[in-house]
């Protein structure tokens, strides 16, 4: 007997993980080869791949480590980030995450794996804790309405600002910025101000105002400098000016602050990150807005809404969804696709754990803290300046402003620089009475005596007049009184997360949103402290681990695409898109050029793309599609040619949103070219290119990347995301940059960049670990492998449906990329079955359905991504070649047009308490096909009644006798 003896590469386990991530094993994928007459996975690139979008040359990225060996490697990077103690504020504060939270929430699968809840019945869990976190966001800012997110502070102010344009009677293309906003507030409103012709002021509201003409402003309450002010006096003014007012606030001030709704705020925005969510060095966190009920259809983001569904129980929908982009395009109210889910669901729960006694005391001790600092500091001889604080305030130290906060790095805190003679202090949750000790220490003369904490607790006054303290309670709904003991949150958690379907259950075949595996050991780092408790603005030298994980992933994500430079601060793809655009005009204006304000977009496009256009200031032309779905060569030619002075950019996806490898993305990209336009690549489709195509090298000049589809970040349920864009060596020097953390864009020239696009410098930071680590654990021939199976199954998938199902597009050889569109359009007019009976039929059979009527009304489209095994993908096949069967008895005539069991689903356990009246078995109800007798998901609630959800918008929290 003989052991077998490892390989080299077995001995240090290289390439373990990319089977771990590759669905199909070698057998399976030999039998999917077989099933499309291939023997061997390469030679999908000569069938489906034209021959002039493949790379040639070797990529740098050779290597692959194993799974151990990443996480010991992210350790070591770790420990090159050093966490202080931060008191900068500005936005971001330290905060504790119940460890109930972060172990069954924040590191449950359950929750970070599911899709966006546009399958409102797989949905129920994650819609009801976004419902409570709009309720607590409703509550705590006093408005009407609230969205379910937004991807941070700044955009929000941005967001605000559009949606005021919109709705303001006022005439004056004037923003008025309060100069005690955050500074990267400011930053971002001027960059979305300047693409949309709006002229900005940033001043002192509380001085002069009425001699400005506005058509918005937008306070911070209390300022960025810990200013609590009156906002009375600004609202009349703003009304008198027909002007909207927007006040930015702090979500845990408004627990004791009067909230901004009892002055007249039309909108109020903010960020929800100190309800325990890591400051990560920047993100996710999730912003909120909120505003008055008349101004709802124009909000940004999406909102849950509470319905009914077909047994007349409550059931809850995304509201209002035909404001979104995907709908309205270049009409848009903005272009927010992925927000941040998984970061307002933890704010959410952070609210329900804690209630609204659990709050007040977190945010009492926290104001009670900042004032015997203040108290402290004053008796030691230092000025003061704030009168009327919560948790910041500001210490006048002439001249020694940099000095002091050199003596705090030494005792590990940081403070705010404001300027030489100023510096900030922001307290948090996590301010102890050592905290408070080793501040008085840095500001102390050498042998000071310190004040008695307990003393100055005893003796100092309330600082906050009565009439800017809240007088009405918060947080009345029972769902925020139920859930304090740890038990009965675990339960909680656990109950809404079992009503979902997440990527833990089942396969989700989202097409061009690919749901692939987010693998454990990619996660790990997020639970890492020195990766989530620094603060965005710490001085660079206590980030150098983040600093190497940015240059080094920015490395690979070049190698990977052939572009030279790449930007990390887009926090979505929808972010990534406006980004590119912005540089793109820059890059004309720069040449001389700036006439060209054009951006064609063709037919085909996701809806994010003329949002963006529009927001990036430029007028949206539409190019045709031809009959195979690809864009018309003849109508770019037109197009071009009627705007050849114009033409900035065409944008374009590719493989195109119909899941095909188009022949002429080269000639397409030449074309424009030789018109002086810039090509925008989407690059959500990417998946279907890693380490086949450089299009970098092709002829595109931007690309954003999904990192949330394409490189393993999860969904979160519909966020966080990040859409990093990549861009030529031209245009490198206008990448953002950002005003408080200077060297964000190393290329930056004398024509100065874009401007700031998000609040954090380098976006979403902590989770680009993730891709990071995906990366180096596949390495290019894991990357390359990955693309062919993903492309391979989708062709598998399309060979097994095409005999039941038209296949709407398919590419070269009949081929289609890593997707493919199945047409649903004839059942309609044969029988009256719609593609949302099937994807509601779906789900009796415990799948979430594929992408519906995108890009093509009534069809389906279907990715099943590479992480699927071939078992998962026979399983979902069968369920829908069910499905046409049933619908086959319907065309038939054997089964009732209305009265069948695709328009009764999904079928949920109520019938189980009626007489069975239906005109077909339980069985073929709950168990159809045979499938899941042992492990059934029942879903909740029956079909959702969308027209009635849109008819009566109720955005809270129902009552609890409304439940029965
Ligand atoms: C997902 C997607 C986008 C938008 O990306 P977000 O991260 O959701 O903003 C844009 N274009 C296409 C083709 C997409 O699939």
Redesign the pocket.
């Known amino acids: 007997m003989t052991t077998p003896r490892p390989t080299l590469n077995q001995l240090e386990m290289l390439g373990d993980f990319i089977r771990r991530h590759i669905g199909p094993s070698p057998e399976q994928t030999r039998e999917m080869l077989a099933e499309l007459g291939l023997s061997d996975l390469e030679q999908i690139i000569d069938q489906a791949l034209p021959a002039d979008i493949l790379n040639t040359e070797p990529l740098k990225l050779t290597e692959t480590i194993s799974e151990n060996a990443v996480i010991k490697h992210l350790r070591k990077i770790r420990e090159r980030n050093k966490v202080f103690t931060s008191l900068i504020g500005m936005g971001y504060y330290d905060t504790v995450m119940p460890a109930v939270i972060k172990r069954n929430m924040l590191e449950n699968p359950g929750w970070y794996t599911a899709y966006?809840p546009y399958q409102a019945e797989v949905s129920q869990g994650r819609l009801e804790a976004l419902l409570n976190f709009q309720q607590m966001v409703i509550d705590l800012t006093g408005m009407e309405i609230a969205n379910a997110s937004l991807l941070d502070e700044a955009t929000a102010a941005a967001e605000a600002m559009t949606m005021a344009r919109r709705l303001s009677r006022s005439t004056s293309p004037t923003v008025f910025v309060d100069q005690d906003c955050h500074p990267q507030t400011i930053a971002v409103v001027q960059t979305r101000a300047r693409s949309l012709g709006y002229r900005v002021i940033v001043g002192d509201p509380y001085q002069g105002l009425d001699t400005h003409d506005f058509f918005t402003i937008i306070v911070q309450y209390p300022g960025s400098q810990g200013e609590i002010r009156d906002l009375h006096e600004i609202v009349g003014i703003a009304r008198q000016k027909s002007a909207l007012v927007t006040v930015a606030a702090d979500l845990l001030s408004l627990v004791l602050l009067k909230p901004p709704a009892a002055f007249g705020a039309d909108i109020v925005v903010g960020s929800a990150q100190r309800f325990g969510v890591p400051m990560g060095y920047g993100g996710p966190h999730a912003a909120f807005f909120a505003t008055k009920d008349e101004y709802k259809r124009s909000m940004p983001g999406r909102i849950i809404g509470v319905s009914k569904d077909s047994h007349g129980q409550i059931a809850l929908r995304m509201a209002l969804q035909t404001r979104e982009q995907h709908i309205r395009r270049d009409k848009a109210t903005s272009?927010?696709?992925?927000s941040q889910v998984l970061l307002a669901v933890i704010a959410g729960f952070y609210a329900v754990y804690h209630g609204a006694d659990g709050l007040r005391m977190i945010a009492g001790r926290v104001h009670r803290y900042a004032q015997i600092l203040a108290a402290g500091l004053t008796l030691m001889g230092h000025e003061v300046v704030n009168r009327c604080y919560f948790d910041t305030i500001v210490v006048r130290v002439p001249n020694r402003a940099k000095r002091i906060a050199a003596q705090a790095m030494e005792a590990t805190i940081n403070l705010r620089v404001i300027d030489p003679d100023h510096l900030g202090i922001s307290l948090d949750e996590t301010t102890t009475r050592n905290t408070i000790r080793a501040v008085w220490q840095v500001f102390a003369a050498p042998a000071a005596e310190f004040p008695d904490i307990n003393r100055l607790h005893k003796t100092i006054e309330e600082c906050i007049p009565d009439d800017l303290l809240r007088a009405d309670p918060i947080l009345r709904h029972p769902v925020f009184a139920r859930y304090h003991s740890e038990t009965e949150m675990m339960r909680y958690m656990r109950r809404l997360a079992r009503r979902d379907i997440a990527l833990d259950r089942s396969m989700i075949p989202l097409g061009?949103?690919?749901m692939k595996l987010n693998a454990a050991t990619e996660m790990q780092s997020l639970s890492y402290h020195e990766f989530n408790g620094l603060h965005p603005f710490a001085p660079l030298y206590q980030t150098l681990g983040y600093q190497q994980m940015f240059a080094e992933l920015e490395d690979m994500l070049c190698d990977l695409t052939g572009f030279d430079a790449f930007s990390l601060q887009p926090n979505?793809?929808?972010?990534?898109?406006y980004t590119g655009l912005l540089v793109i005009r820059k890059y004309h204006e720069v040449s001389g050029q700036g006439q060209r304000n054009v951006c064609l977009i063709p037919a085909s496009?996701?809806?994010?793309?003329p949002a963006s256009a529009v927001l990036a200031g430029l007028k949206v032309v539409v190019v045709a599609c031809d009959d195979n779905g690809n864009v018309s060569l003849d109508d770019l030619k037109a197009k071009l040619d009627e705007h050849r002075d114009t033409v900035a950019a065409l944008m374009i996806?590719y493989p195109s949103?119909h899941g095909v490898f188009e022949e002429a993305f080269r000639t397409l990209c030449d074309l424009v070219h030789a018109y002086g336009g810039q090509v925008y690549l989407?690059g959500?489709?990417f998946n279907a290119l890693v380490g086949l195509s450089r299009p970098g090298r092709l002829g595109a000049d931007v690309a954003?990347l999904?990192l949330?589809?394409t490189f393993s970040i999860p969904h979160g349920g519909g966020?966080p995301?990040?859409?990093p864009i990549g861009v030529g060596a031209h245009l490198a020097p206008y990448l953002p940059d950002h005003p408080v953390v200077k060297g964000v864009n190393p290329n930056k020239g004398r024509y100065g960049t874009v401007g700031t696009v998000a609040a954090a410098p380098w976006g979403s930071a902590s989770i680009y670990t993730i891709s990071w680590a995906y990366i180096a654990m596949m390495g290019a021939a894991g990357l390359k492998k990955a693309t062919l199976t993903a492309i391979l199954n989708a062709n598998y998938i399309a060979k097994r449906l095409a005999p039941h199902y038209p296949i709407l597009y398919t590419g070269k050889n009949g081929w289609v990329a890593h997707e493919c569109i199945i047409d649903c359009r004839a059942f309609k007019h044969a029988c009256g079955i719609t593609v949302e009976d099937i994807a509601k039929r779906l789900i009796d059979f415990g799948f979430h359905a594929p992408t519906v009527s995108f890009p093509v009304p009534e069809t389906l489209m279907i990715e099943p991504t590479e992480s699927e095994s071939k078992a998962e993908i026979d399983r979902f096949c069968d369920a829908l070649i069910a499905i046409r069967g049933e619908i086959a008895e319907i065309e038939a005539g054997r089964a009732d047009p209305e009265n069948n069991v695709l328009k009764h689903a999904p079928h949920t356990h109520r019938l189980l308490f009626e007489d069975w009246a239906l005109p077909y078995s339980r069985q073929q109800a709950f168990f159809p096909g045979n499938h899941q007798q042992d492990d059934k998901y029942w879903p909740p609630v029956g079909r959702i009644d969308n027209v009635y959800g849109d008819r009566h918008v109720v955005c809270t929290c129902p009552p609890m006798e409304d439940y029965q």
């Open positions: 966006t272009n927010i696709c992925t061009s949103c690919t979505a793809g929808s972010q990534g898109e496009a996701h809806g994010t793309n996806t949103t989407d959500a489709n954003h999904n949330h589809k966020g995301g990040v859409g």
